[in-house]
T-cell receptor
């Protein structure tokens, strides 16, 4: 079983739409969770960490559900510039970082 | 300084060549990482250095040899690579274990 499972999409949504991505993880002892964004032929960039209490940064909201072992990312009022691949990351222990396969998002005018 | 730098940006090498990739950060991070990323795939962890000591080697072939000369620098020495090793090689750093990682722009490697 993979450490992290993520729906690869693609998600094609109109501008202004709300879109949500989920990742499930297999190791219940996982400690830290992150969402990264990667544009074509660029490096991944940290979007936000995911905290147990949930956290929000502008139009982006991240949630963690330890009981069901998944994390989510909600993007409200989608912009064209949100088009990218979104990668979830889970750290089971120490320096192990496991990436999901990435979800491709295209925001359409 | 809040960035990770990598050189070169692009590298083309033959299967008999020896080359090195370089990574540098000045954020005081004590963990540094090498990843390999193929097209349309997520990054795959290769090596982790924590406090300048190799802490994780994800069963990477010996033709890839990492080196951490000091807390700011990370090298990846390449020798006798195969065409299937062509990929984007990403360096990352984090303050300590389990912290957010910050990635460099990567070196796009082509092995002929």
């Amino acid at each position: 079983r993979k450490e992290v499972e993520q729906d690869p999409g693609p998600f094609n949504v109109p501008e202004g739409a709300t879109v949500a991505f989920n990742c499930t993880y297999s190791n219940s002892a996982s400690q830290s969770f992150f969402w990264y964004r990667q544009d074509c032929r660029k490096e991944p960039k940290l979007l936000m960490s995911v905290y147990s209490s949930g956290n929000e940064d502008g139009r982006f909201t991240a949630q963690l559900n330890r009981a069901s072992q998944y994390i989510s990312l909600l993007i409200r009022d989608s912009k064209l510039s949100d088009s990218a691949t979104y990668l979830c990351v889970v750290t089971p222990t120490g320096n192990q970082f496991y990436f999901g396969t990435g979800t491709s998002l295209t925001v359409i005018p | 300084d809040t960035e990770v730098t990598q050189t070169p940006k692009h590298l083309v090498m033959g299967m008999t060549n020896k080359k090195s990739l370089k990574c540098e950060q000045h954020m005081g991070h004590r963990a540094m990482y090498w990843y390999k990323q193929k097209a349309k795939k997520p990054p795959e962890l290769m090596f982790v250095y924590s406090y300048e000591k190799l802490s994780i080697n994800e069963s990477v072939p010996s033709r890839f040899s990492p080196e951490c000369p000091n807390s700011s620098l990370l090298n990846l020495h390449l020798h006798a690579l195969q065409p299937e090793d062509s990929a984007l090689y990403l360096c990352a750093s984090s303050h300590r274990e389990n912290n957010e990682q910050f990635f460099g722009p990567g070196t796009r490697l082509t092995v002929l």
